[in-house]
Structures are given as C-alpha cells and as structure tokens.
C-alpha cells in the first residue's frame, strides 16, 4: 500500500523555538496533503490543507503565521510549528491524498509527538 | 453540536464477543463514510468504507442509515487485537476529499 512518513517521529524543544516536521509520500506523488492535531484522548483535528505549489487553506481558528506550511513538490509538505509553547504540544499528524484515485482516499504518516517544555 | 459524534467507551468485551459501535453524523450532504482503528499512540489507519448498501469484511460489517445519518460497526468473535479506538469519519462540509473524525470509541477486549 502507498506510505507516508514524517519525520521527526517524536521531539522535544524549549518554549520560543521553532520545529519543522516533515511528511512525504515515499511510493506516490500526493495533489494534497493534510495536516492534523490531535491532543490525548481527542479527536484529530484538521489544520489545514496544503495542495503542491500554492497556498495552504487553514481551517477556522489556526493562526497560519504560527503554523506555517509549503508544499514544495508533489511528495513533501513540511509544517513549522513557530515559536512553540507549551499548549503545542500535541501529536500531528499528515496525511497524503495521491494524484490518481479515489477523491476520498488519504494515507496517514505515522506522527509526530511534540513536547514543549 | 459536533459534527460526528460517537460514544466514546470504552467498551470492555470478553474474547468471542461481538460488539456494535454507533456514530451519527450532522452533514446531511456527506458522501463519503468510514471507519478507522488508532491503537495508542499511533496513526489512524484505515478499517473500512462504508457503503449505503451495508458491507462486510471478514469479522467486521458496516451500516449506513442516510436518513438516521447513522452510521455503526459490528465486531463479532472479538479477538485481543481488535482492542483500539475506532474513529467515524465521515467528508467534510465544503469539500468531499476533507475528512471529519469522530472523537472515537475505545474498545477493550479481554482475555
């Protein structure tokens, strides 16, 4: 089957960094990318959606100067979390709608776990 | 009122039995429907699609009521490994390739 990944898996950073989390499609060029958060024992969350070579749509209530998205090429969207604090931390989470086939099919990358100290 | 919601459990079973988990949906133009299993800590991976029709796949079978906007998924012959959170998603409002999770229902299946 098609595989995301992201990377890091997991990371831990002071408060007022930066963090950039990267999701690729390994095996199929990707039209969207989407990326969620989800905090314990909540549901996933749609930030934004990112299509290859223009602007993300964010949904209502994600500030898009904090959370920034390119989406460079048909395999990679990155989404840098700025200046993180502490009420980031959360579990994100990308998934990769491929060119062809079905409208509504999405493969999920595995996460990436942030803590924010 | 949330778009999907679900019962969020957990529902703990003994091995072998069978278990039905409901989700109803507020989008009444939604085409689109599945269920998806996150274990702890992980990604959702995709269990199903559901189809107006009703289909099965092995020990699971999923509905579809569009007039109810009800949506369920029945689990017989549980088994230790079935013990997860399984999410309702259904399309989103504005777009049909957007997907809305549920909150999910966790299941606990014991020995």
């Known amino acids: 089957g098609a595989v995301v990944s992201q990377h890091p898996s997991r990371v831990i950073c002071k408060s007022g960094t930066s963090v950039k989390i990267e999701c690729r499609s390994l095996?199929?060029?990707?039209?969207?990318m989407f990326w969620y958060r989800q905090f314990p024992k909540q549901s996933l969350m749609l930030m934004a959606t990112?299509?290859?070579?223009?602007?993300?749509?964010?949904e209502q209530g994600v500030e898009k100067d904090k959370f920034l998205i390119n989406h460079a090429s048909l395999t990679l969207s990155t989404l840098t979390v700025t200046s993180a604090h502490p009420e980031d931390s959360s579990f994100y989470i990308c998934?990769?709608?491929?060119?062809?086939?079905?409208?509504?099919?999405?493969?999920f990358g595995p996460g990436t776990r942030l803590t924010v100290l | 009122r949330k778009e999907v919601e679900q019962d969020p459990g957990p529902f703990n079973v003994p091995e072998g039995a069978t278990v039905a988990f409901n989700c109803t949906y507020s989008?009444?133009?939604?085409?689109?429907f599945f269920w998806y299993r996150q274990d702890c800590r992980k990604e959702p991976k995709l269990l199903m699609s559901?189809?107006?029709s009703g289909n099965e796949d092995g020990r699971f079978t999923a509905q579809l009521n569009r007039a109810s906007q009800y949506i369920s998924l029945l689990i017989r012959d549980s088994k230790l490994s079935d013990s997860a959170t399984y999410l309702c998603?259904?399309?989103?409002?504005?777009?049909?390739?957007?997907?809305?999770f549920g909150s999910g229902t966790r299941l606990l299946v014991r020995p």
């Open positions: 095996d199929f060029q990707a039209t969207t």
């Open positions: 998603v259904v399309n989103g409002r504005d777009s049909s390739y957007k997907l809305i």
């Open positions: 989008n009444s133009a939604s085409q689109s």
């Open positions: 559901v189809y107006s």
């Open positions: 990112s299509n290859e070579g223009s602007k993300a749509t964010y």
């Open positions: 998934s990769a709608r491929p060119y062809t086939g079905l409208a509504d099919t999405q493969y």
